[in-house]
């Protein structure tokens, strides 16, 4: 349990190894897609296969992903018709012969130490899962300066306490405010394949959450685990992925994703039912907010107002919505401008919310992305 001051370093030899299945599914990415097949190429540790899964792409991606199979045999590479990231992750998942697993965005980077370290210490250590740490950048990846620290945590108690319950996904409104621990997500780890093959660990049909689900069911049944401060995962922040996208059935995800995650828990760990319960409200309102904020900022050009408005009462009237749409849960909202839109949505004033894109364009402000927009909002 006591921190060290630089990871336990494996002895990898070539008589004796343990290959990274290294699993990205890829769709329209030919602007970032071989910096990132680049960065797994450079990896100090070798032993890799990388399964590239083109999700039905119409750009230059899956040709660009061709010339790293043809030129590196550890790179494969199959086409496949459009399904959605899930289920292009499922089927590199099935694809993999690897000790280990590991997953990657197709805009996304790895630090060149990223799967020495995390094979070094889940080897070292014994454990069935290594964390490391997940950072945003734009165009330059700044280096890490500081030591990183690990700490080896025993116990599926001491795991759920200290790794799952770390995760915003489930902190409960009033704690949203709070910073997390050790600042990791589900593609800075690197999970044995063996744990979920067994207990048979996909990820979701979801349009988000996705990827988290897979991490919270695979730390259900881990009961060794050791972390790293050391940055093992670089997440562009990429306006033209699809985490930035409109959905027209972004509310019944969002339904989905609250049962997905609830049945989880409640087969796997009923005792935490209730403790997660609050957590996933907390998730489930905040991702109504961004619905609304996805209608009214991310919408088609020609959609009406009256769309817009008819979307928005949808929202509203919903009974889960309706139930956690109170004063108090407005209040504890984090942004001033979201906290507007929900006091006037708890207002019924659906035309003056609908109208705010066309108030804020008159007013020449740019609304190029969900946070200008949030900063705009602000100023009225």
């Not at 097949?37 to 032993?47: A, C, G, K, M, T």
């Not at 063996?194 to 979701?204: A, D, M, P, S």
């Amino acid at each position: 349990m006591n921190p060290t001051a630089e990871p336990a370093q494996a002895n990898v030899t070539t008589d004796r190894f343990s290959i990274v299945s290294v699993i990205i599914p890829l769709y329209n990415m030919e602007k970032y897609v071989r910096e990132c097949l680049e960065s797994v190429r450079n990896q100090i540790y070798p032993w890799v296969e990388v399964i590239v899964i083109d999700d039905g792409s119409t750009d230059a991606s899956g040709s660009i992903a061709d010339s790293y199979a043809a030129l590196d045999s550890r790179f494969r590479v199959l086409h496949t018709e459009n399904k959605g990231v899930a289920a292009a992750s499922n089927l590199g998942l099935s694809m993999a012969t690897g000790t280990f697993c590991y997953f990657l965005g197709s805009d996304d980077i790895l630090p060149a130490t990223a799967l020495q370290t995390l094979v070094s210490l889940i080897e070292m250590n014994d454990t069935d899962i290594a964390i490391g740490v997940c950072e945003r950048f734009a165009d330059v990846v700044p280096p890490q300066t500081e030591e990183a620290r690990i700490e080896v945590i025993n116990g599926s108690g001491a795991i759920r306490d200290q790794i799952l319950f770390d995760k915003k996904d489930l902190y409960p409104l009033e704690q949203r405010h709070l910073p997390v621990n050790l600042g990791y997500q589900m593609v800075s780890c690197l999970y044995r394949r063996e744990i979920l093959v067994k207990h048979g660990i996909k990820f979701l049909p979801l349009t988000y959450g996705e990827d988290t689900y897979l991490c919270f069911a695979y730390l259900l049944h881990c009961v060794t685990a050791i972390t790293t401060t050391h940055i093992t995962y670089w997440y562009r922040r990429n306006l033209e992925s699809v985490t930035f996208q409109y959905h027209p059935d972004y509310l019944l995800q969002t339904h989905r994703y609250y049962s997905f995650y609830l049945s989880l828990f409640t087969r796997e760990a009923p005792d935490l039912v209730e403790r997660v319960r609050s957590g996933l409200d907390a998730q489930f309102f905040l991702r109504c907010v961004s619905a609304i904020e996805r209608e009214l900022f991310m919408s088609p050009p020609g959609r009406s107002v009256q769309e817009k408005r008819a979307t928005l009462r949808e929202i509203r009237r919903d009974p889960k919505f309706r139930e956690l749409l109170t004063r108090q849960n407005i209040s504890r909202v984090p942004l001033p401008a979201q906290r507007r839109i929900l006091q006037l949505l708890y207002l019924r004033q659906y035309r003056l919310v609908a109208f705010l894109p066309s108030l804020l364009q008159f007013r020449n402000w740019t609304l190029s992305s969900v946070s200008s927009s949030r900063k705009v909002l602000g100023k009225i």
